[in-house]
């Protein structure tokens, strides 16, 4: 169980990347806070193999429901139902004064896409990558706190 938690925590980031190199997607910045929880999942589940099984399943569980939670907020941001508490998430825009050459170097080095703009896999399924996390968090987090019971 531990093992296959690990392989199916690191699939999530990895996938998101896949869909950047080869799908050509830009995520924002909350599409990148929702990975790291699965990265530290992913090291939780190895470390239930060193100690105690119970606990690391657990904690690992709980880091990949982390994720579903930022994919909660980022789902309320793409619904415009309340604004990104992050402030790399609104798209620059010019403030009256600035230069040109101000305003290019107010830019961040790697195109930023604004949160709210949501970013659809497959065109014509009306969920977005975040909901497909969500969805993914959920699952993949109760099948690690179901594990982590069951080992009573």
Not at 48 to 59: E, G, S, V
């Amino acid at each position: 169980m531990p093992l296959l938690i690990a392989i199916l925590a690191a699939t999530a980031p990895l996938a998101a990347m896949a869909t950047e190199r080869w799908g050509g997607l830009n995520p924002c910045l909350l599409c990148l806070w929702q990975r790291w929880p699965y990265w530290v999942a992913a090291v939780l589940a190895l470390l239930a193999y060193l100690l105690p099984r119970r606990l690391m399943l657990a904690l690992a569980g709980l880091a990949i429901l982390t994720s579903g939670a930022f994919a909660v907020v980022h789902l309320g941001v793409e619904a415009k139902w309340w604004p990104s508490p992050l402030p790399g998430c609104v798209a620059p825009n010019a403030s009256a004064g600035q230069s040109v050459e101000e305003m290019l170097a107010s830019l961040s080095p790697r195109p930023a896409k604004p949160c709210d703009e949501p970013t659809y896999l497959v065109s014509g399924l009306p969920i977005s990558m975040a909901g497909m996390n969500l969805i993914y968090a959920v699952a993949l987090g109760g099948v690690a706190l179901w594990g982590a019971r069951r080992l009573r």
